[in-house]
């Protein structure tokens, strides 16, 4: 497998990780992530929304990172 499959997929995954945290946020917290009983895993609703937060802005960061790596073509070997 290449490296640029490799990138393709974790790409494509933090994608799909990111529709899904997106989902998740409320802005008066009672959305979609009250749902699934996510006050029982965290102390509080603020920790909760901290931690999704926070890897809501890792994901982002990863995409946006491996968007500019995948379609700049900084991976592919030239052709001679």
């Given at each position: 497998?290449?490296?640029?499959?490799?990138?393709?997929?974790?790409?494509?995954?933090?994608?799909?990780?990111?529709?899904?945290?997106?989902?998740?946020?409320?802005?008066?917290?009672?959305?979609?992530?009250?749902?699934?009983?996510?006050?029982?895993?965290?102390?509080?609703?603020?920790?909760?929304e901290?931690?999704?937060?926070?890897?809501?802005?890792?994901?982002?960061?990863?995409?946006?990172?491996?968007?500019?790596?995948?379609?700049?073509?900084?991976?592919?070997?030239?052709?001679?």
């Amino acid at each position: 497998m290449q490296i640029t499959s490799l990138l393709r997929i974790v790409w494509a995954a933090s994608a799909l990780g990111l529709i899904v945290l997106v989902l998740l946020h409320s802005p008066k917290g009672d959305g979609l992530g009250s749902l699934g009983g996510q006050a029982q895993l965290f102390t509080s609703t603020k920790s909760a929304e901290t931690t999704l937060n926070r890897v809501t802005w890792t994901l982002t960061v990863l995409f946006m990172g491996l968007t500019v790596i995948l379609s700049a073509g900084w991976l592919n070997p030239p052709a001679l």
